[in-house]
Every structure is written in structure tokens, then in C-alpha cells.
T-cell receptor, first 117, second 115 residues
Framework: DSGVTQTPKHLITATGQRVTLRCSPR?????VYWYQQSLDQGLQFLIH???????AKGNILERFSAQQFPDLHSELNLSSLELGDSALYFC????????????????FGPGTRLTVL | AQKITQTQPGMFVQEKEAVTLDCTYD???????LFWYKQPSSGEMIFLIY????DEQNATEGRYSLNFQKARKSANLVISASQLGDSAMYFC????????????WGAGTKLIIKP
């Protein structure tokens, strides 16, 4: 158990709908990352938050948004869902974003499996 | 050009044998970090081992060790005495300043341990 929690574990919804994925980082971790893993695209970095502030964006669609709250949990909002958004969505946390950045290890939650029908 | 290359899409290994999973990387940074993660069929992504570019010793964590050859830019994962539970996807990843320290991932190697 990495200490990162994600809810829900599974989500089935229809095209055009909006969903919210939730992530609680490990105790003390200030950084939260979101990833999408699909069969055809592999693991794609979406976005990184540090202590409530957005730090980096990856291949995140405009239909997707995220935020990190004062208690450090994070939510990923996916709207106008399409069939191609079906994937495993991971949240990861790490202790810091300064100092020994190269050694800053990310610990992953169990993922939310999203199925869009 | 690929930053992280894992040339073995799949491997079959007999139980109790050692296995080496290949990873080569491309960076012009002097300071970078290399990571290996395991993803079993259940889906979770599990951190296994880390190697820093300045570390003089190869990293070890239990049955996992990292064969780090800096001049060759390779960071192969070695699993000793493989077990059935080692069957999973294995991903190599890198953090470097040139990529703003975001993790860059390889495509993964699917390892199947045969009884």
C-alpha cells in the first residue's frame, strides 16, 4: 500500500457526461501528479500540482481540469467525455518539488478505471 | 528520439532464475534520476528502485538491483531468484532537468514467470 488513495476505483459513464476523480496524497507529500494510461497511448502525464499551485501541464485536454485543495487532496474533472477517454487514471504523490528533484520519488495510487460507453 | 527505450516488449523466464530487464536512456543532463516501477495485472503502479546519476554504487532493494552503466546510458533492472508474483509489466522512467523533472516513461516490458 503506497499510502495514496483514489476514489472511485471504477467508474462507468456515458459519452458527453462529466466525472470527478479524487486523490488523497501520502501524508506529508505536497506534490500531486495525474496520469492517464490507455492501451494505445501508454502512460501519459497530465498535470502536476505542488501545495495547491499548478506546476506543470502535460498532455491534458482542454475538457479536463484539475485542482489541489488546501488539505492537499486533488480532483481531476473530465467533461464532455468521449469513448477515447476510457483509461486508467492514476494519481501519484511525492514529498517535494525542490531540492533533489531528480530523486523525488512518485508513489502511485491504485488508479481509477474509467469506462465511457 | 525516444528518451527511454525498453527493447523487450515481453519476456518469459523460468521460476527461480534471475532476469534482466533492459532500459536505455537519452539525456544531456549530468544530474538525473532513474526509476523502475512494476505494474501487476491488478493495475497498481509500484515503485521498485531508484538510481541517481551521481550514485557510485548500483542501487539494490531486496531481490531488485539496478545495473547502472552511465557511459552506455543503460539502467537495467535485475531481479534475482524470480517468483511467480514477479509476473507483471515493468516500466523504466527518468527525471532530468531538461524535461522540467517530469517523469519520462518507457513503453514497458511484460514479464511472465513460468512455474
Amino acid at each position: 500500500d503506497s499510502g495514496v488513495t483514489q476514489t472511485p476505483k471504477h467508474l462507468i459513464t456515458a459519452t458527453g457526461q462529466r466525472v470527478t476523480l479524487r486523490c488523497s496524497p501520502r501524508s506529508g507529500d505536497l506534490s500531486v501528479y495525474w496520469y492517464q494510461q490507455s492501451l494505445d497511448q501508454g502512460l501519459q502525464f497530465l498535470i502536476h500540482y505542488y501545495n495547491g499551485e499548478e506546476r506543470a501541464k502535460g498532455n491534458i485536454l482542454e475538457r479536463f481540469s484539475a485542482q489541489q485543495f488546501p488539505d492537499l487532496h486533488s480532483e481531476l474533472n473530465l467533461s464532455s467525455l468521449e469513448l477515447g477517454d476510457s483509461a486508467l487514471y492514476f494519481c501519484a504523490s511525492s514529498p517535494r518539488t525542490s531540492g533533489s528533484l531528480r530523486a523525488d520519488t512518485q508513489y502511485f495510487g491504485p488508479g481509477t478505471r474509467l469506462t465511457v460507453l | 528520439a525516444q528518451k527511454i527505450t525498453q527493447t523487450q516488449p515481453g519476456m518469459f523466464v523460468q521460476e527461480k532464475e534471475a532476469v534482466t530487464l533492459d532500459c536505455t536512456y537519452d539525456t544531456s543532463d549530468q544530474s538525473y534520476g532513474l526509476f523502475w516501477y512494476k505494474q501487476p495485472s491488478s493495475g497498481e503502479m509500484i515503485f521498485l528502485i531508484y538510481q541517481g546519476s551521481y550514485d557510485e554504487q548500483n542501487a539494490t532493494e531486496g531481490r531488485y538491483s539496478l545495473n547502472f552503466q552511465k557511459a552506455r546510458k543503460s539502467a537495467n533492472l535485475v531481479i534475482s531468484a524470480s517468483q511467480l508474483g514477479d509476473s507483471a509489466m515493468y516500466f523504466c522512467a527518468m527525471r532530468e532537468r531538461a524535461s522540467n523533472y517530469q517523469l519520462i516513461w518507457g513503453a514497458g516490458t511484460k514479464l511472465i514467470i513460468k512455474p
